[in-house]
């Protein structure tokens, strides 16, 4: 996901990312963003005077366009042929209309050599996600395999035709697609209307573990929608994959003699100002309740120049001591094997990365833990030292600066103080309760250790990769004993040359996308972190800062670096549970009564008002129902109609609260009880033809809601557009004391019927409908849902005109 929105260099106007290759299709986007609006960029792929492939920058990606990055029409695919051999490095530049180049992150790039196990099997699989864009069509085939194949496709002109899609293979269809499934995930980035994707089972004869080129292409004209055909792989039942690896073989070491408790390995590189801090806290005047504890640090320095003093780590303690590794490699991973080989410990501490200083508890803490569970691993959290460094790297962020923050601290007279001055690096609101992907402060048994093998030296990156990562997680499926979380301890990241935590968000995106593909070619699989319910949480807060984002401001130190503001994503800093606590005391408070207007109340929050008119904005409805409004909603409803001179549309309100002071002629009311039916008759007939028909129903103030009465209004409701229940938020469900939850029975309503809840529009976290926006996605368009029973009615009430 891109996060960061970063400005070009004026050397560089041009904006973009190598993201990869994949099989023959090389992928990025590239824009220019002080004209946006400009014909999109001629990409070029090239070595020396070849020119390997070109491409338009002009293929949507939802990621862009939520990156707000030329509407999100400014990706690639070049497809390079024939195929550059192994070795090649391409540079890759993209041309603007002035003819200059401009060579884009992540070029050059080297061909990869095909995985071992894979040369004498021609060809390689794409990986997904493939872009769809014609002329005419935008979308995405978002998965093929291992069991279905699934995207979205519509039509970039509004058109009444439906759209079908067929897989192909060797100019065979074998599969079609209609393109007219739900998806939550659209409707949020506002792709089509959230009713165009398409999802099937794949047929066995792809599932046979063998190489398929197969096309995507309408089923009305047989044109194809991808750049090109796209190869895949599909390992059915029983198919085995040897070329994947399950790990490194088990390590076989020397029995010691002078044994201790715990070896901690530490790797450092080029970090003497970092190392400085991290061996300080893991010394005994540091660590709490220490002094009697037998332990060593095994401090690798891997290559850095100037190379570290051994006599500079022994002053650290008669503990410390220097290792230098037999080979020089760009990864830690036979390094870190190495000093394993050599360690004395019953138990292993790997710390990957040497920037990390721990809390004073951290030893304390594994040493309960073991003397309850002999075979527990034990995982240490990490926080970042001044905020998300990623962000901060570009903004201007320091480690002058970062120095100040420890001073202000004063620093390592109190450990805990650490909290003060960081975040978690994942700042979800309950960082020490969430899964865990990694840990830079691994503490395991030695014979698991040597178990698994180790670090896995096929991680040959750079930094290794998802070395680490790898190592918790085979920890993890091969521990005898708990998997332990320490809570209120943690080790802090300090600012310096990382591979990917302070770089711009840009790299960091392509170095962790080339991880994560060495990791799936390595392990056949996508990496999966350890869920909470796999952990066991030990420990106590030792600081009124260790709480977390939501209770705290981050820095009380003002660095006045920049003017910038930090771009969030909203699920990582604000779950569900913290906007039902924001949304119940708005509800609580009452604070809607308070939403007028043009003077008068209407009964929601501001941000529904937004959602509704841009509701009506979308749909141009030709009837709104309204059951239960204020006068405030009414005329607001009205104004928007206006606004957008929609002088045919009308509106009838049932049993309305109050109503507008000043006269409306498209206004009908009808004084009824909504779900009589008396009042049902007389609202079908007031439909009458109209094509598009929104709702609006009040389920608090329905003093008889019931899923019969939200169906009746819900058959009123035209195909694509909504039924929206009013006051979902009321009722205090989260209490438990009320004997009334509308929600409840909103949601059954949508479990059972024709409508799904679009949660797009929620953005804006204080609601008083919650998950009360209902589309209708099932039907076809056409009039209303005629009951002739209800013919035999014998009267109806009458229809007053509100002049």
């Given at each position: 996901m891109l996060k960061i929105r970063r400005r070009p260099t004026r050397n560089n106007p041009v904006e973009g990312v190598v993201d990869g290759l994949e099989g023959s299709a090389l992928r990025g986007w590239a824009w220019v963003p002080d004209v946006p609006d400009e014909a999109p960029l001629h990409v070029e792929v090239r070595s020396g005077d070849r020119v390997w492939g070109t491409a338009e920058a002009h293929l949507f990606r939802p990621d862009l366009a939520q990156a707000e990055k030329r509407g999100g029409y400014c990706g690639f695919v070049a497809t390079l042929g024939p195929m550059p051999p192994a070795g090649t490095e391409l540079t890759i530049t993209a041309v603007t209309p002035d003819?200059?180049?401009?060579?884009?992150?992540?070029?050059?790039?080297?061909?990869?050599?095909?995985?071992?196990?894979?040369?004498?099997?021609?060809?390689?699989?794409?990986?997904?996600?493939?872009?769809?864009?014609?002329?005419?069509?935008?979308?995405?085939?978002?998965?093929?395999?291992?069991?279905?194949?699934r995207g979205w496709a519509y039509w970039l002109a509004p058109a009444n035709r439906p759209l079908s899609l067929s897989l192909h293979e060797s100019g065979r269809e074998i599969l079609r697609l209609d393109t007219n499934q739900w998806r939550g995930d659209l409707a949020e980035l506002r792709q089509g209307d959230g009713c165009c994707g398409f999802e099937a089972a794949l047929p066995p004869e792809l599932c046979d573990g063998?190489?398929?080129?197969?096309?995507?292409?309408?089923?009305?004209?047989?044109?194809?929608?991808?750049a090109r055909p796209f190869t895949m792989r599909v390992l059915g039942p029983g198919i085995g994959s040897a070329q994947h690896s399950p790990g490194p073989a088990p390590l076989s070491r020397t029995p010691v003699t002078q044994k201790v408790t715990l070896s901690v390995i530490v790797n450092f590189y080029n970090m003497r100002r970092e190392a400085e801090r991290t061996l300080t806290s893991l010394s005994q005047r540091y660590q709490e309740d220490a002094q009697d504890f037998d332990y060593e640090v095994l401090c690798i320095d891997n290559g850095s120049n100037p190379p570290l003093d051994p006599a500079w780590i022994a002053s650290f303690g008669p503990q410390f001591r220097l290792l230098r590794p037999s080979r020089q490699l760009a990864s830690p991973c036979a390094a870190i094997n190495e000093a394993a080989l050599q360690a004395r410990g019953d138990y292993l501490a790997i710390m990957i990365d040497g920037a990390h200083l721990l809390t004073p508890g951290v030893f304390r803490a594994a040493r309960q833990t073991w003397t309850q569970h002999a075979d527990a691993v034990v995982a240490v959290r990490h926080w970042f030292v001044g905020g998300d460094?990623?962000?901060?790297?570009?903004?201007?962020?320091?480690?002058?600066?970062?120095?100040?923050?420890?001073?202000?601290?004063?620093?390592?007279?109190?450990?805990?103080?650490?909290?003060?001055?960081?975040?978690?690096?994942?700042?979800?609101?309950?960082?020490?309760?969430?899964?865990?992907?990694?840990?830079?402060?691994?503490?395991?048994?030695?014979?698991?250790?040597?178990?698994?093998?180790?670090?896995?030296?096929?991680?040959?990156?750079?930094?290794?990769g998802f070395a680490n990562l790898d190592l918790w997680h085979r920890a993890s499926e091969n521990a005898r004993g708990p998997l332990v979380s320490l809570v209120g301890e943690a080790s802090f990241h300090q600012f310096h040359g990382g591979t990917t935590t302070n770089v711009e968000d840009t790299e960091k995106d392509v170095r962790v996308r080339s991880y994560a593909n060495a990791y799936r070619a390595l392990r056949g699989k996508e990496f999966n972190g350890v869920p909470p319910s796999r952990l066991q949480f030990h420990g106590s807060l030792r600081s009124e800062f260790a709480t977390g984002i939501r209770q705290r401001s981050l820095i009380p130190l003002r660095l006045g670096i920049t003017g910038q503001i930090r771009p969030g994503q909203l699920p990582v800093h604000f779950d569900d549970g913290a906007q039902t606590y924001l949304q119940s005391v708005y509800a609580e408070c009452g604070l809607q009564e308070s939403v007028?207007?043009?003077?008068?109340?209407?009964?929601?929050?501001?941000?529904?008002?937004?959602?509704?008119?841009?509701?009506?904005?979308?749909?141009?409805?030709?009837?709104?129902?309204?059951?239960?409004?204020e006068a405030g909603l009414i005329g607001f409803i009205d104004s928007t109609l206006c606004a957008m001179r929609s002088e045919g549309s009308r509106m009838l309100c049932v049993n309305p609260v109050s109503l507008p002071a000043m006269p409306m002629s498209r206004l009908t009311v009808l004084h009824e009880q909504a779900d009589d039916m008396h009042t049902l008759a007389t609202v079908r007939h007031w439909t009458g033809s109209a094509e598009s028909v929104l709702v609006l129903y009040d389920v608090m103030r329905s003093e008889t809601l019931s899923l019969a009465s939200l169906q009746a209004y819900g058959a009123l409701v035209s195909y694509r557009s909504y039924l929206v229940c009013l006051g979902t938020l009321f009722g205090q469900p989260w209490l438990g004391y009320s004997n009334r939850d509308p929600l409840q029975i909103v949601r059954e309503?949508?479990?059972?019927?024709?409508?799904?809840?679009?949660?797009?529009?929620?953005?804006?976290?204080?609601?008083?409908?919650?998950?009360?926006?209902?589309?209708?996605?099932?039907?076809?368009?056409?009039?209303?849902?005629?009951d002739p029973a209800l013919d035999e009615i014998p009267s109806a009430p009458s229809l007053r005109e509100n002049a």
């Open positions: 003819g200059m180049s401009h060579g884009l992150q992540g070029s050059p790039l080297t061909i990869p050599a095909l995985p071992h196990g894979m040369a004498d099997r021609p060809g390689n699989t794409d990986v997904l996600p493939i872009p769809i864009s014609t002329t005419d069509l935008c979308g995405s085939l978002d998965q093929c395999g291992p069991a279905r194949i063998e190489l398929h080129t197969l096309d995507l292409r309408r089923s009305d004209t047989g044109a194809t929608v991808l460094q990623r962000w901060l790297a570009v903004a201007g962020y320091s480690q002058h600066m970062e120095d100040r923050l420890f001073e202000r601290i004063q620093w390592p007279n109190n450990g805990y103080e650490l909290f003060r001055i960081s975040a978690p690096i994942g700042e979800g609101p309950e960082p020490w309760l969430e899964g865990l992907s990694e840990s830079n402060c691994l503490m395991l048994p030695t014979s698991l250790y040597d178990r698994i093998g180790g670090m896995d030296e096929a991680f040959d990156q750079a930094g290794g007028t207007w043009m003077g008068e109340p209407a009964g929601v929050a501001p941000a529904d008002l937004m959602s509704l008119q841009e509701i009506i904005h979308q749909l141009r409805p030709d009837a709104i129902i309204a059951v239960g409004a309503f949508a479990r059972n019927s024709t409508f799904v809840i679009d949660r797009s529009w929620n953005r804006q976290l204080i609601s008083t409908c919650p998950f009360g926006y209902l589309r209708k996605i099932g039907g076809t368009v056409n009039a209303i849902h005629y």
